[in-house]
């Protein structure tokens, strides 16, 4: 049978594992992976102003903004097309946590895609602007997060505007991973395998040179 180094290097560190799926949620996604209630508030945002609700939307205007996929939906401060505020300008803060308790926090990255009516100011992490943006709601704009991540549970801010009329938020995640702690070796077990690894190849080139 044909030695595997990596079988013994997994075996070593008791760890195949290289990634794990970090657990967030899309707008208007229930917990358990299905869509919520139109009309109801979505389970997972909320918004920094606590006098203020989140709705997921019952009547987007999918006609000129761009379509969820089958786990997201539009969500605003009202039950039906976001417009409760359309007598002028307002601007959003909706946030959703997530937690990284057990991650190598270096190692975890977040791609996403979001758009909205009208515009998206920000995302921030953890209150630290990404400097991401979002310029409108006909087609999606992509985002990656690959740092500012505290242990436990985190926050992604996510600020957005409208200029009057249906105003929506709609962001869907389509990656969000990193590596549990329990995966990254310690430098000194690094270290001790190197060596064993040596005494390893060391003692097989003996015994190739004396057959």
Same mark, same amino acid.
């Given at each position: 049978?044909?030695? #595997?180094?990596?079988?013994?290097?997994?075996? $070593?560190?008791?760890?195949?594992?290289?990634?794990?799926?970090?657990?967030?949620?899309?707008?208007?996604?229930?917990?358990? &992976?299905?869509?919520?209630?139109?009309?109801?508030?979505?389970?997972?945002? !909320?918004? $920094?102003?606590?006098?203020?609700?989140?709705?997921?939307?019952?009547?987007?205007?999918?006609?000129?903004?761009?379509?969820?996929?089958? !786990?997201?939906?539009?969500? &605003?401060?009202?039950?039906?097309?976001?417009?409760?505020?359309?007598?002028?300008?307002?601007?959003?803060?909706?946030?959703?946590?997530?937690?990284? !308790? &057990?991650?190598?926090?270096?190692?975890?990255?977040?791609?996403?895609?979001?758009? !909205?009516?009208?515009? @998206?100011?920000?995302?921030?992490?953890?209150?630290?602007?990404? @400097?991401?943006?979002?310029?409108?709601?006909? #087609?999606? =704009?992509?985002? =990656?997060?690959? #740092?500012?991540?505290? #242990?436990?549970?985190?926050?992604?801010?996510?600020?957005?505007?409208?200029?009057?009329?249906? @105003?929506?938020?709609?962001?869907?995640? =389509?990656? $969000?991973?990193?590596?549990?702690?329990?995966?990254?070796?310690?430098?000194? =077990?690094?270290?001790?395998?190197?060596? &064993?690894?040596?005494?390893?190849?060391?003692?097989?080139?003996?015994?190739?040179?004396?057959?």
């Amino acid at each position: 049978m044909k030695f #595997s180094w990596g079988v013994f290097l997994c075996a $070593a560190m008791a760890t195949c594992s290289f990634g794990a799926q970090v657990t967030i949620f899309n707008t208007g996604e229930n917990p358990d &992976g299905s869509l919520a209630t139109p009309g109801g508030l979505d389970p997972n945002y !909320t918004d $920094a102003n606590p006098a203020n609700s989140v709705f997921v939307l019952t009547n987007p205007d999918l006609t000129d903004w761009v379509n969820p996929d089958t !786990t997201a939906q539009y969500i &605003g401060p009202d039950p039906l097309d976001g417009s409760v505020f359309d007598s002028g300008m307002y601007n959003l803060d909706y946030l959703v946590n997530f937690d990284l !308790t &057990g991650f190598d926090l270096s190692t975890v990255v977040i791609d996403g895609q979001w758009a !909205t009516d009208n515009l @998206g100011d920000n995302i921030s992490i953890n209150g630290a602007p990404t @400097g991401d943006t979002s310029p409108g709601f006909s #087609s999606f =704009t992509p985002f =990656t997060i690959s #740092s500012g991540f505290v #242990s436990g549970v985190n926050t992604l801010d996510f600020n957005w505007e409208n200029d009057g009329g249906p @105003g929506g938020l709609l962001v869907e995640f =389509t990656s $969000a991973t990193g590596t549990p702690e329990s995966s990254t070796p310690e430098p000194a =077990t690094i270290t001790l395998l190197a060596a &064993g690894l040596a005494a390893v190849v060391f003692g097989r080139r003996r015994r190739l040179a004396r057959a």
